[in-house]
């Protein structure tokens, strides 16, 4: 069963950040988070993964709190093709990606 | 284009027949995965490969469902005497596999959706 809960869908304007918030309340501590997205009929992406640094990409940024029970994926400036279902992931002991359903991001104009 | 590629792309079969699927993962890549995703969920994992040992296999595949990866480069899924759950979209992935959380950053292929009638 997937470790983490995600709200259904959110929506965004283009232009604006887009702040996906992701539960993991049962997270261990060698346990990694995960954020890759599936925009629609395409396989998953990676976006960006951490332990418990924030950590930034050319995509995205990851805001892990403090004790690690809860993680938000920033992506500054949301644009129409940034339309896709998120997903939220946290590793099992053997490096698994463990997927739940993700989060629906609508982009809007 | 990630790298990955699948073959084909969709495929249509009659119930009862019998499929293979191929995955070509990105050629330096030592692990490679089989997940299965229906409309609405994400990618369920099926099995994956550490070069050409198959490692972990879920419950959810069946006797009907055999995977390979000869000489660790490309792999084949088959199922055998498809049936109507069987539809579904079936995704590879690879990555470089060497152990160290930095490198299971995981590149998927478009996938297979198999429609079974």
């Known amino acids: 069963d997937a470790k983490t809960t995600q709200p259904t869908s959110m929506d965004c304007a283009e232009g604006r950040a887009a702040n996906l918030p992701c539960n993991h309340s049962?997270?261990?501590?060698?346990?990694?988070v995960y954020w890759y997205r599936q925009i629609h009929s395409q396989g998953p992406q990676y976006i960006i993964h951490g332990l418990k640094n924030n950590e930034t990409n050319e995509m995205a940024s990851l805001i892990i709190t403090e004790d690690r029970k809860s993680s938000t994926l920033i992506l500054p400036h949301a644009t129409l093709r940034d339309t896709a279902v998120y997903y939220c992931?946290?590793?099992?002991?053997?490096?698994?990606?463990?997927w739940g359903a993700g989060t629906k991001l609508i982009i809007k104009p | 284009d990630t790298g990955v590629s699948q073959n084909p792309r969709h495929k249509i079969t009659k119930r009862g027949q019998n499929v293979t699927f191929r995955c070509d993962p990105i050629s330096e890549h030592n692990r490679l995965y089989w997940y299965r995703q229906t409309l609405g969920q994400g990618p369920e994992f099926l099995t994956y490969?550490?070069?050409?040992?198959?490692?972990?296999k879920s419950r959810l595949l069946s006797d009907r469902f055999s995977a390979e990866r000869p000489k660790g480069s490309f792999s084949t899924l088959e199922i055998q005497r498809t049936e109507q759950g069987d539809s579904a979209m079936y995704l590879c992935?690879?990555?470089?596999?060497?152990?160290?959380?930095?490198?299971?950053?995981?590149?998927f292929g478009q996938g297979t959706r198999l429609t079974v009638v």
């Open positions: 992935a690879s990555s470089l596999g060497t152990g160290s959380i930095r490198d299971t950053e995981a590149f």
């Open positions: 992931i946290v590793t099992d002991s053997n490096y698994q990606l463990i």
């Open positions: 049962t997270i261990s501590g060698n346990e990694y």
């Open positions: 490969f550490q070069n050409e040992a198959q490692l972990e």
